[in-house]
């Protein structure tokens, strides 16, 4: 297991062993890093899934794009932690289920784009700006949003479902069910129809529950300590709190 830099002196071709230190690929289990913005070439492209394991690295001096909306950077990570500062960021993981951790974000609409195939661990998003987003489908056990007053976590335009969600800060949307969630800040957006949320503890902030259909449910029980539990703007014909 080596740790892996890349130079991006060639293209931002992520396939080329030419653009990594050494002018060697990545081996199965390495780490890889991006680290800063000294690489000539740091928009990225390219399938590394074929690789497998990897520890992945992004610093936060690294400014740099990884795909685009039509074709993201693909890998096959054990890892991913992430505060890069580019802006239209688009990460496939692949095959192996792992765990992220998102310390900052460069901002806008696609400052972290999460597609592939892999299931997520642990989403842990502790600062950042602008939106990261899912673009598949997938289970994601835990998810906790600290400390990031900036950063909008939109899990609703592509549902997710998960066990945990925690928040104090921030904007999460989620369209799904999430069984166990706790918010002590920020705003939680509820829509769709999650039909097996079970506890929804608020201590502080805000929580929207404007569901659709006719099955969305809390099945458990809603405790609300202090802050705002609001169904304003629900279009369910039926919703079930217990």
């Known amino acids: 297991m080596a740790t892996k830099y890349w130079e991006g002196d060639i293209s931002g071709d992520i396939t080329d062993a030419d653009n990594w230190d050494a002018d060697t690929l990545p081996s199965n289990d390495d780490t890889i890093i991006f680290s800063d913005n000294t690489a000539t070439f740091t928009d990225l492209e390219g399938d590394l899934s074929g690789i497998t394991g990897l520890a992945m690295i992004v610093g936060n ?24 500062q580019g802006r239209e960021v688009y990460i496939d993981c692949d095959t192996t289920d792992l765990p992220i951790t998102v310390a900052d974000t460069g901002g806008g609409d696609n400052a972290l784009s999460i597609g592939g195939t892999a299931d997520i661990t642990t989403l842990r998003v502790i600062d950042g700006k602008g939106t990261i987003s899912n673009r ?29 969600l925690r928040m104090d800060s921030g904007t999460v949307k989620i369209a799904d069910s999430h069984t166990n969630i706790f918010v002590s800040g920020g705003l939680l957006e509820i829509t769709g129809e999650p039909t097996a949320i079970s506890t929804v503890d608020i201590y502080d902030g805000k929580v ?5 259909g006719t099955s969305a449910a809390i099945t458990t029980s809603l405790s609300i300590y202090d802050g705002e539990f609001s169904a304003t703007d629900i279009t369910a014909s039926v919703a079930t709190i217990t």
Not at 65 to 70: K, L, Q, R
Not at 138 to 157: F, H, P, Q
């Open 208 to 212: 929207n529950f404007n569901v659709s």
């Open 61 to 84: 001096l690294w400014d740099g794009n990884f795909g685009d909306e039509t074709v993201a950077c693909t890998f096959d990570l054990a890892s991913l932690e992430y505060s890069g």
């Open 136 to 164: 598949t489908s997938r289970t994601i056990t835990t998810i906790e949003v600290i400390g990031a007053s900036n950063v909008t976590l939109d899990l609703a335009t592509v549902p997710s479902t998960g066990t945990t």
